[in-house]
């Protein structure tokens, strides 16, 4: 006998919510990292941004967090509710403690791409994989390739284009990211490659927005003491309306998530990074720009530590 239609459409849901790709994102590990970025239509944009709001009852310490949900403003640049409670809460805060609590959960940014990890030791150099990378390490990539581009060349090109190497040094606050054409011959793309690249903004909405947005905002205003609508309500509280409330474009919020005490994030929390002068654009095609150094203002984990907190949080 079937399932009824309305328990097909609870399973259906429940099969959205709970089950989850493990494997597919990818971070440069310590030491040299070669990638072939993978690009399935050369007319539209081969990255997504991924915003992700870490919703702690702490600064430090290492326990789970309450929810772990994407930004929908940095992930698909629509409003987001998780975004306007923060702004309240630092609003609403009255010691510099709470400010910095409330800081910690501004979303997190980082930059998603297909790839082929053609590393030395790879298990699978053909496994079409989704890297990961800190937004200064990938303002690093595409200065890389708009160097080239500046002499005809197209590293990205499916048949004659290059791998890229990424190479991952010190700890900490002195993790360094150096981007760089990678040496030797580049083996081509293939079309099977093209065809199995992943929609990246699927796997966003797959990952980072399960539902746990309720459970968020529910702790956000119960810590910050401060009305929080239900979802779906369209009668916003005085507390999300208010002049105070309101993102002054002046104001930097990645500067406002840089003061956070980041020091026991449990993933690379790697904001904007500066990335060193490189030395002057080439002056011909065949010779390869300098490699720019990206300097990382964070503490480095484990590559899996997402995963592993998701997983916790399914237990929760």
């Excluded at 079937?2 to 790709?21: D, E, F, H």
């Excluded at 200064?136 to 090109?157: H, W």
């Excluded at 979802?231 to 840089?258: F, H, I, W």
Aim: proline fraction near 5%; charged fraction near 25%.
């Amino acid at each position: 006998m079937a399932l009824s239609p309305a328990l097909q459409k609870l399973v259906s849901n429940g099969a959205n919510k709970y089950s989850r790709s493990t494997g597919e994102r990818i971070k440069p590990k310590e030491g040299i990292n070669r990638y072939r970025i993978l690009v399935p239509d050369v007319n539209a944009q081969f990255w997504a941004d991924l915003g992700v709001h870490w919703i702690k009852p702490e600064v430090e310490g290492k326990g789970k967090p309450i929810a772990v949900v994407g930004c929908s403003d940095v992930c698909f640049q629509e409003p987001c509710e998780i975004d306007t409670a923060i702004i309240a809460a630092l609003a609403n805060a009255n010691d510099e403690e709470s400010k910095k609590l409330y800081e910690s959960w501004r979303a997190r940014k980082t930059v998603l791409l297909n790839v082929l990890d053609r590393s030395k030791g790879s298990t699978d150099p053909d496994k079409v994989q989704i890297l990961e990378l800190t937004t200064g390490t990938f303002g690093a990539v595409l200065g890389i390739i708009q160097q080239y581009a500046e002499e005809n060349e197209d590293i990205l090109d499916a048949n004659a284009g290059m791998d890229i190497s990424i190479t991952r040094a010190g700890k900490g606050l002195n993790t360094e990211y150096t981007v760089n054409v990678a040496p030797g011959k580049s083996q081509p793309v293939t079309k099977a490659h093209l065809q199995g690249c992943h929609n990246l903004v699927d796997h966003i909405k797959k990952e980072f927005f399960r539902g746990d947005e309720q459970k968020a905002l529910n702790f956000i205003g119960q810590v910050a003491q401060i009305n929080i609508p239900r979802l779906g309500n369209k009668t916003p509280t005085a507390a999300l309306t208010s002049r105070a409330a309101q993102v002054d474009p002046e104001v930097d919020a990645d500067a406002l998530a840089d003061a956070a005490d980041l020091s026991e994030a449990p993933f690379d929390v790697e904001e904007q990074a500066p990335v060193k002068a490189a030395a002057a654009t080439t002056t011909k095609a065949s010779s390869k720009p300098a490699a720019p150094v990206v300097e990382e203002d964070a503490v480095v984990l484990d590559d899996n530590d997402i995963d592993d907190v998701l997983a916790d949080l399914d237990s929760i």
